[in-house]
Each structure stands twice: as C-alpha cells, then as structure tokens.
C-alpha cells in the first residue's frame, strides 16, 4: 500500500506561482511513476505532468513551460512548480503514483488540493 498526501493548493492572483508537493509513504517511492492530474469542475480529470521512475517528464500542452515536476527520492516526494498561473489553472490537483512488472499492478492517488487562481 501507499498512501499519498497533497499539500501547497491555496488561492493565488493570476501570474502568481505556487508549489505543490505529494509526500508518499507506505512503500518504496523510487520505483513508481509519478502523475499530477488535475481536475476542474464539471470537466474530466487530466494529465498535467508526469515523471518516470528514472527521471523523465511529460507535459499536457496547457502548462508546458510554466509548470515542472521534479522528484526527490530521499524524501519520498513529488513537486509540482507551477509559474505565471492562469485562472483555466484552477482545479483540485491530485497526485497519481503507478508501477507495473508484467500482469501486476499498483495504482495509487491523493485526496487532492485546491488550486485557486483569482484576482
């Protein structure tokens, strides 16, 4: 099992930058993929970044360029920097770990935090 626990949402203005985290726990955080998803009300929740076990990332087209992942092994946490925020930013923002060996695989996700950006 692991668990997953998102925390840096919060209200900020337009252009403004925030710093999402997800501390993991329960298992051994270096093998899974790591996901940020975000979803907006009354819209499908998507993929807004990604990072591989190995250190490689992935980015919807909407924030490539103001928004970076990054993973810190020896803490067990995945960062989600966001810059020059928009308001078609604000979402509750969920953090996704996977893996899979064969026919065998772990799914995990947060509970969420609320990203508000409003002038």
């Known amino acids: 099992q692991v668990q997953l626990v998102e925390s840096g949402g919060g209200l900020v203005q337009p252009g403004g930058s925030l710093r999402l985290s997800c501390a993991t726990s329960?298992?051994?955080?270096?093998?899974?993929?790591m996901d940020w998803y975000r979803q907006a009300p009354g819209n499908q929740r998507e993929l807004v970044a990604a990072i591989t076990s190995g250190g490689s990332t992935n980015y919807a087209d909407s924030v490539k360029g103001r928004f970076a992942i990054s993973r810190d092994n020896a803490k067990n946490t995945v960062f989600l920097q966001m810059n020059s925020l928009k308001p078609e930013d604000t979402a509750v923002y969920y953090c996704?770990?996977?893996?899979?060996?064969?026919?065998?695989?772990?799914?995990?996700w947060g509970k969420g935090t609320l990203v508000t950006v409003s002038s």
């Open positions: 996704n770990a996977h893996m899979s060996a064969g026919d065998y695989v772990e799914n995990y």
């Open positions: 329960g298992s051994i955080f270096s093998i899974f993929a």
